[in-house]
């Protein structure tokens, strides 16, 4: 199982929490960038106190982002309980993920707003929860690639069973070091060789962009928005950090965000897929209220209440404790780990040094023989090659092998993505470039 995964039988409690995560996440980021930039508040002190503290953030050459949840492991449980009954939150793992964090940082030799990719200097994200160790650790320092993962630690933290770095399978040898929780390393130009940035071509694939008029009517149809829906009060001071409470009738508001992207999506293909108008006709249009967090003039917290949302009947209510945190600071250096182990980089297509061949149960070098399917295994092919029948069992028993060596759930664990890239081109080798139309 992947560090990133949350335990099978929560899967329903999760997958509520981070389809509201996105849209307040994606409501709090698109906020920011209006605010960054917005003219037509200048007359609100509150508005106008949320803009220079988010201006102060862009002057820093430094700056760790934190997601997190701050919420009752009893409200968890509650709400988990109420969503699969036989897989509900235990009491050890509601505690954890209601102090689950998620933490970017990033240095660069120029301050943030005016730095761009050539002079960043060092990032690093880690999952963890409340203050106890991280649970996954990336690093990238001078053009090397730094990782650790305690999947021990994962496994006792959120209350599941993992194997541990020994029970490994076969052809998984190169990640021992880095599950067994030690810093394993590698040149981040083996990445960009394994096809980093490669569409299905193999040719560099420039990631879709804004030209500068049209980011200029994004901002400006984004500060119509925000002065014409959201109002912002100053609500003072507590223990040295100052609050600004903006609010905004929900519904109203990201309707009207989410058009002003749809707009663009001749611009950026992938935006088609943002909700429209009656996709979100269920989001409750009552106001809802995100807090801000001032500390010495600076951007220091965003904090959303996601028991605004509850409704009569829901199992999470409103004066539960259930908030979700956007934190804002300075990290400490970023540096290379000590002692980090030197990943092997197998072959030219090897993720980490384990090889496609290796991990789809074949000898290094060649496709799985019909041995190494098992006795199961599909049909002979010969005359068989463009007969949809025959990739269509070809597929399952493969995919059938897969389950074996790697579990039911391999599509979700940390080699899934290569897996599946490697199950699709064994089925082009068998079956031709082009899959055979299914009869």
Not at 12 to 37: D, Q, W
Request: with cysteine; proline share 6%.
């Amino acid at each position: 199982m992947s560090p990133l995964c949350v335990p099978r039988g929560q899967g329903k409690t999760i997958n509520t929490a981070r389809r509201t995560t996105l849209a307040v996440a994606t409501s709090a980021a698109l906020a920011l960038t209006g605010l960054a930039a917005c003219g037509t508040v200048e007359n609100l002190s509150a508005a106008q106190k949320i803009r220079k503290a988010t201006d102060k953030l862009g002057e820093q050459r430094s700056l760790s982002v934190e997601f997190g949840l701050d919420a009752d492991p009893g409200v968890l449980r509650r709400a988990s309980e109420s969503d699969d009954p036989e897989g509900a939150l235990s009491p050890t793992a509601a505690k954890a993920v209601g102090k689950l964090r998620v933490s970017f940082s990033v240095e660069a030799s120029k301050p943030l707003a005016k730095a761009g990719e050539k002079d960043i200097e060092a990032v690093a994200f880690s999952v963890g929860s409340g203050k106890g160790s991280e649970l996954l650790d990336v690093r990238m320092v001078d053009k090397t690639l730094y990782l650790r993962a305690d999947l021990d630690t994962f496994g006792k933290t959120f209350d599941t069973p993992i194997p541990g770095a020994d029970e490994l399978p076969p052809g998984m040898g190169g990640l021992k070091d880095l599950f067994a929780g030690e810093w394993v390393k590698t040149d981040t130009a083996t990445l960009e060789e394994l096809g980093a940035g490669k569409d299905a071509s193999g040719k560099n694939s420039g990631a879709d962009t804004l030209d500068s008029e049209t980011q200029r009517k994004l901002r400006t149809d984004l500060k119509s928005i925000l002065a014409r829906r959201v109002t912002f009060t100053d609500k003072g001071e507590k223990d040295g950090t100052d609050h600004i409470l903006a609010e905004a009738p929900a519904r109203a508001l990201l309707t009207d965000v989410f058009g002003a992207i749809k707009g663009l999506s001749d611009k950026i293909p992938a935006w088609r897929a943002m909700p429209t108008e009656k996709d979100l006709k269920d989001v409750p249009n009552s106001k809802l209220g995100v807090d801000f967090a001032l500390k010495d003039g600076t951007l220091s917290g965003i904090t959303f209440d996601a028991t605004q949302l509850a409704e009569p009947g829901d199992p999470v209510k409103k004066g539960d404790k259930f908030d979700i945190v956007l934190r804002f600071d300075q990290p400490g250096r970023i540096t290379a780990p000590a002692g980090a182990k030197e990943l092997p980089k197998g072959t030219a297509d090897a993720p980490f040094g384990i090889d496609p061949e290796v991990l789809l149960g074949g000898a290094a070098g060649g496709s799985p023989s019909q041995a190494d399917l098992g006795a199961d295994g599909p049909l002979d092919e010969d005359g068989l090659r463009n007969d949809p029948v025959f990739r269509e069992e070809f597929e399952k028993q493969l995919r059938k092998e897969m389950d074996k060596q790697f579990g039911a759930d391999w599509e979700n664990g940390p080699m899934g993505d290569e897996i599946e890239k490697q199950i699709q081109e064994q089925l082009k080798l068998q079956s031709g470039d082009e899959p055979a139309a299914k009869s």
